[in-house]
Every structure is written in structure tokens, then in C-alpha cells.
């Protein structure tokens, strides 16, 4: 094998308050020469580096950009800030992985791709809901022609932002829907070709200023380049008396399947015979899809129902509410090497 295809990769993560999740998996994979953390906050990134063991410490990202110890960087930061540092990581010659959303105009995206072509550097954006268990157990069945013809999907995504950092508030829900919109994209392998969006509800005036958004929760149809299929997806941040939750919803002609974040089971609805009367027979069953560690290093197996955090006790509250998928992705994505280029990433932080 060649040296290229055998390098391991140096990998820098920017942003400590929820990225601090990431880079000790990173650590642990084979395949990963060290790990840099990056952080503005000098103290917390000093009580990280020295809690796991991290040497390589920075407070600039623009000081990363300018050393050549780093082949990717992902970026684990605020979003107003996702488009400007993805451009800046892609121009530097890294590879860029970014979290959710990847931005939220239409012209920082076009920026983003017109970056990522320049440099040929590959960019991801790390949305982490099509490597669930829930998600990878879906995708089997509809492999297995198990759904039949989709019919139609849903997905969902409420959470109250109270009291986060001030740039999520008056946030339009939509500007942050990945979790709802990407497993329907990729089960359905298609594209939205047309939208139709609705706001809904009232909220408080202080929370208008910011974004000029009016609405707490935003409903949206889609529909998708797979033939005659269309998709619903609603979005809530703000004034919904509803606890966290995310879903997505396949409906077939020969099963169904849904699933809601607060229950690791899903039920799945099977198209049974025609009544002697009216309608046909649905059996119903809960299933509880499997971990599939099958697909992870045996040295990430561990992270499969362990978190690492610099206070267990007062994780971020997306630790405590996703699933951290994200090494497996950025490494197997970039292909640098044979044996990342041959699995899947499939990390879950429950």
C-alpha cells in the first residue's frame, strides 16, 4: 500500500463546550496521529487539556490555519460563525467538518462549495441523525424491501433554546432543522426540489428583535426529487409546551415505521390482508434496533454507551439530548487511508 493511503490523520477541534465530546473519540481511533483542541476560553481549555491529556492547545483558530500539524479541523462552534471558519479552513488547504447547520443563507452556502472546490478539500457538514441506530435499522429494512413503495415522511424537532447563548435567540426554527430534514433526505436518497413553509404561533416581541422572526414553530412541506413522494418537517425553539424530542416517520405500502427520541424502541406497522368487510389488518410491534458495534474500531466500542466530559455532572445539553457520531464520519468521509475508507462511523452518544 502506498503512504498515502496508510497516513494517519492529524485532526484539530474547534470549540470545547459541546466539541469536547468529540475529541477523545478521535484520540481512540487507530487511524488518528493526535488530536489539537482549540477554544478562546483559556481556562476551560486548559482544564480540558488537562483532564484527557491534550499538549497541542489554541485559542485562535487563525493560529491552526497558519501551522501545517493539521490535516482537518472540525468546528464545533456557534453558528453565526459556521460559514466564515468553514471558508477559512477549506482556504487554508484542511480539510473541514462542520456542526449543524452548515449556514443559513443561500449565498454563505454557495460560498462554502465555491471554497470547497478551489481548495479540492473535502467538506462536511455533521449531521448526525442518519448514523442513530434507529436511522441505520431503517435503512436495512428499506434495503430490504421491507417499506415497500414510500408513501410519504415526516420529521420533527422541538426543543425550548431558553437561557442557551444569545445567538439562538429568536433563532428561526428552520435555520436549524438538519435533524428533522436529513434522515428523510437520505432514506428517500433524494433531494428537496420545492418548499412550502408556514410559521405558526406567537412569541415574546424581545425575541423578534434579533432575527426578525415572529414564530416559535415553522412547518414546512416538501417535495423531493424521488418521484412522487413529498416530506413534513416541523421545527419548534421557543413557547411550545413540549420536552425535547426528534423524530422521523417512514411510511410505506407494505410497512411503516416511527420513531421518537424519548423511546429507544420504534414501532414498526405491517400491511396485513384485506377484511372481509372494510380496510386491511396493521400488526403493530416495538422493536429495539441493535447498537451494531460491528461497525466501529474495537477501540471505539467503548464510547458506544460512554461519553467522556469535563464535568459528567453538568454535560452540554446536546450530549445529553443527540448521539456523537461524528469521528467515524469526518475520518471515513476525507478516505485517507484504506481501512477508514471501509467503514461506516457510528458513534452514539446516548
Known sequence: ??????????????????????????????????????????????????KFGFTRRHTDLEEILQLDEYDAVHLVSPI??????????????????????????????????AAQKQSQKN????????????????????????????????????????????????????????????????????????????GSGVMQEELKTQYGNPYPIETAIFQLSMGDLSAEVTRSLFETARGYMESFNIYGDKAAMEWHMEDEAQVLFRMGPKKPDRGRDVSVERVTPPARADLLPPE???????????????????VLQATATMARTLISYMNLSSALSKSASLLLMR
Not at 494517519?8 to 466539541?19: C, N, Q, S, T, Y
Not at 480539510?95 to 454557495?110: G, K, L, Q, R, S
Not at 466500542?301 to 459528567?312: R, S, V
Open 80 to 113: 453565526p460563525q459556521h460559514a466564515q471558519q468553514s471558508i477559512a479552513v477549506l482556504n487554508s488547504g484542511k480539510h473541514c467538518a462542520c456542526t449543524v447547520p452548515m449556514a443559513t443563507t443561500i449565498e454563505d452556502i454557495h460560498a462554502i462549495i
Open 1 to 50: 500500500m502506498d503512504n498515502k493511503k496508510n497516513k494517519k490523520i492529524r485532526i484539530a477541534v474547534v470549540g470545547l463546550r459541546f466539541g469536547g465530546a468529540f475529541a477523545p473519540i478521535y484520540h481512540a481511533h487507530p487511524d488518528v496521529e493526535y488530536v489539537g483542541i482549540c477554544d478562546t476560553n483559556a481556562e476551560l481549555l486548559n482544564q480540558y487539556g488537562d
Open 123 to 198: 467538506y462536511m457538514m455533521m449531521e448526525t441523525t442518519v448514523y442513530t441506530y434507529q436511522y441505520l435499522f431503517a435503512k436495512e429494512m428499506f434495503q430490504k424491501g421491507e417499506f415497500g413503495r414510500i408513501q410519504f415522511l415526516r420529521g420533527a424537532h422541538y426543543q425550548n433554546m431558553d437561557n442557551w447563548p444569545s445567538y439562538w435567540m429568536g433563532l428561526p426554527p428552520m435555520h436549524y432543522a438538519t435533524h428533522a430534514v436529513a434522515p428523510l433526505l437520505a432514506i428517500a436518497n433524494a433531494r428537496a426540489t420545492k418548499v412550502h413553509c408556514f
Open 300 to 318: 471505539l466500542a467503548y464510547y458506544i454507551t460512554h461519553q467522556d466530559e469535563l464535568d459528567p455532572d453538568n454535560p452540554h445539553q446536546s
